[in-house]
Each structure stands twice: as C-alpha cells, then as structure tokens.
C-alpha cells in the first residue's frame, strides 16, 4: 500500500510530520520559546511556551505546575516533560505528553529516550533537576535546553566537514597503499613472468631434446623389424608382424554342441593355432583348454598355452587361468 503525504486530497498525520522534523532537526530536543522553569518549596513551574521532543512540538499554553511529593528522606528529582505514543489522545484530551517528576535515593534518574521514529514509544526530556528534602526543594537547576535552528544546522555543517576531512585522509593514504601495492604487483607479476618464461624455455628445450633422441631411436627400431619383414627373417613369436586372417575349422561335437577342437589357418593352408577343450566336469563344461601355436610352416610347433577354466553355479565362465606357456 502507498500513502500520499503531501499530495491533494491527502492527510498528514502526526508520525509523517514527527518523522520530518526528527530528521530535519537531526534528532535534537529543545525548546524554542518561553518554558522558563521556576520553583518555590513544593512545586515546579514550566512558564507558557513551545519545545520539540523528538520531532514532535509541543505547547504549554499557561503556566504549568508540577507538584512534588511529600518525602520522609531526601530524593534526587529531574523534572521531566514524557511522550508516551502507547497512551491514545481524544480530540479533547491530549494524553501522549506530560510533566512529572522521577525519583531516586541515590542518584539522580536515568531518562528513557527510544527512537520514536523506529516503533519506539517512550521518550523523555528533562527540564529541570532538584533535590527534595522533608522541608522543601533544595539545589534547583534548569535544565532546558534552547533549540537553536542556526545551532543545529552549524552543528551539522561542523560535523560534516569534520566526517568529511576524516573520509579524505583515509582515503588519500588508501589510496597511497593501493598504488604501492598496484607498483609491487605489477613488479612482481614482470619477475616472475621472466623467471617462469626462462624456467619453461629451459623446461621445453630439454624435453624436446628427450623426445627428439626417444623418436629417432623407435624409428631407427621400426626400420630395423621393417627390414626383418622385408628379407622374411622376423618369426620370434612376439616381434612385429603385419596383420593375419584365419580361416576356422570346427570338429569333434559333443552333445551339448560344443566344438572342442578349433583350427585356425592362414591364407596359404598352413596352421597357425589349434584350441582343443577337455577334462568335462560332471556338468558336461570342460576345465581345461589348450592351445598351441605354429610357426609360418605349419608343423612346427612355436609355444602352448594352458588355461585351467572355472564355472559359477549356473555355468557361466568365471575365469580362465593360465597355467602353462
């Protein structure tokens, strides 16, 4: 919801002008004419006049009397003016503000000033402060404070230029740090871009030193198996050897339909490998298989492999060990 203030057909209620003069007044209390404050044996009088209090203006119309209490001992009294915005105010009867008189045995009483203008409701200013003995008031003091505008806007301006000159001598010896810390930075980031840039030079000049020398002897390598193809000498099991196509012949069918001997040969007929299963546990699934490998003629045998096969409770392979090369 959005309320105009100062705007046509709109009200202005008494916290939005509260609310101004704190703010304009810069939170100061004081009185702005008349309210001489007097006192005789029993009483104290606040003459006819006007005070703000925590943006709020106040009039005493005629010559307010405070009466003090009777005492047995003697008290410290501070007359007070209170705003309680808790009380409700009738168009008749103005219940908000009013004089009274604390008490205390030792001291003289502490006020309470909340911020009315952030949802406190009790603020209060003092007048004057005296001592009450059995007999009479004794050591009165006015304590009314004049509001001066031109006071209060001094103050300000005073202030002001004292915040101000604070502002800019922190920032002027921040900003002497910033560039320092800006000159060794930049220093520092210059060093160690020289620094880093030798160290990787160095770094990659000595690796590509590495890998030159590891290139050349793999190549000088390669050449030589390349050389063993060409004149037919490379038949070591192991050694380099262009890539093979195998033809496959199945034999020796059991009833579950399983092949348990495999030979695979090369384009030219000859016998590169047989696989052969055996040893058939009560599940019919054979435990071992062994293949063997030919050289390039086909007869000679070039090694045998021996893998020791183990099954789960649903025969499916687990592993198949090699036990013998």
Same mark, same amino acid.
């Given at each position: #919801?959005?309320?105009?203030?100062?705007?046509?057909?709109?009200?202005?209620?008494?916290?939005?002008f509260?609310?101004?003069?704190h703010?304009?007044?810069n939170?100061v209390?004081?009185?702005?004419?008349g309210?001489?404050?007097?006192?005789?044996?029993?009483? =104290?009088?606040?003459?006819?006049?006007y005070?703000?209090i925590?943006?709020r203006?106040v009039?005493?119309v005629?010559?307010?009397t &405070?009466? %003090?209490?009777?005492?047995?001992?003697? !008290?410290?009294?501070?007359?007070?003016? $209170?705003?309680?915005?808790?009380?409700?105010?009738?168009s008749? =009867?103005?219940?908000?503000?009013?004089?009274?008189?604390?008490s %205390? #045995? /030792?001291?003289?009483?502490?006020l309470?000033q $909340? *911020?009315?203008?952030?949802?406190?409701?009790?603020?209060?200013?003092?007048f004057?402060?005296?001592?009450?003995?059995?007999?009479?008031?004794?050591e009165?003091?006015?304590?009314?404070?004049?509001?001066?505008?031109?006071d209060?806007w001094e103050t300000l301006?005073?202030?002001?230029?004292?915040? !101000?000159t604070?502002f800019?001598?922190y920032f002027?010896?921040?900003? &002497?740090?910033? $560039?320092t810390l #800006?000159?060794?930075?930049t220093n520092?980031?210059?060093?160690?871009?020289?620094?880093?840039?030798?160290e990787?030079?160095?770094?990659?000049?000595? !690796?590509?030193?590495?890998i /030159?020398t590891?290139?050349d002897g793999?190549?000088?390598?390669?050449?030589?198996e390349?050389?063993?193809?060409?004149?037919?000498?490379?038949?070591?099991?192991?050694?380099?050897?262009?890539?093979?196509?195998?033809?496959?012949?199945?034999?020796?069918? *059991? *009833?579950?339909g399983?092949y348990?001997?495999?030979?695979? !040969?090369r384009?030219?007929?000859s016998?590169y490998?047989?696989?052969?299963?055996?040893?058939?546990?009560?599940d019919g699934?054979y435990?071992?298989?062994?293949?063997?490998?030919?050289?390039?003629?086909?007869?000679?045998v *070039?090694k045998?492999?021996?893998?020791?096969i183990t099954?789960?409770a649903?025969? /499916?392979?687990?592993s198949?060990?090699l036990?013998?090369?």
């Amino acid at each position: #919801m959005i309320r105009g203030i100062t705007f046509a057909d709109q009200l202005t209620t008494s916290d939005d002008f509260a609310h101004l003069q704190h703010k304009w007044f810069n939170g100061v209390s004081g009185v702005t004419k008349g309210c001489n404050v007097t006192a005789d044996n029993d009483n =104290v009088y606040v003459a006819p006049g006007y005070f703000l209090i925590a943006g709020r203006l106040v009039r005493v119309v005629g010559t307010e009397t &405070i009466v %003090s209490e009777v005492v047995e001992v003697n !008290k410290y009294c501070t007359v007070i003016f $209170e705003i309680d915005l808790s009380k409700t105010n009738s168009s008749t =009867v103005f219940n908000q503000g009013y004089f009274k008189i604390l008490s %205390s #045995m /030792d001291e003289y009483p502490t006020l309470t000033q $909340e *911020d009315l203008d952030a949802d406190g409701t009790v603020y209060q200013l003092e007048f004057a402060r005296f001592i009450k003995t059995t007999t009479a008031i004794t050591e009165f003091e006015s304590r009314i404070v004049p509001l001066n505008v031109g006071d209060v806007w001094e103050t300000l301006n005073e202030t002001y230029n004292n915040y !101000k000159t604070e502002f800019d001598t922190y920032f002027e010896g921040k900003n &002497i740090e910033i $560039e320092t810390l #800006m000159t060794d930075l930049t220093n520092w980031i210059t060093n160690e871009k020289t620094d880093l840039e030798t160290e990787w030079s160095q770094y990659f000049t000595s !690796k590509q030193t590495e890998i /030159d020398t590891e290139v050349d002897g793999k190549l000088a390598a390669l050449d030589a198996e390349i050389q063993k193809v060409q004149d037919g000498s490379l038949v070591t099991v192991g050694e380099f050897k262009p890539t093979v196509t195998y033809s496959t012949y199945k034999i020796n069918q *059991d *009833d579950n339909g399983v092949y348990t001997k495999v030979t695979y !040969k090369r384009a030219d007929g000859s016998t590169y490998k047989v696989s052969e299963l055996s040893n058939a546990n009560d599940d019919g699934n054979y435990t071992t298989q062994t293949i063997t490998y030919y050289q390039a003629n086909g007869t000679t045998v *070039d090694k045998t492999e021996v893998y020791t096969i183990t099954y789960n409770a649903d025969g /499916d392979v687990e592993s198949e060990v090699l036990t013998n090369a």
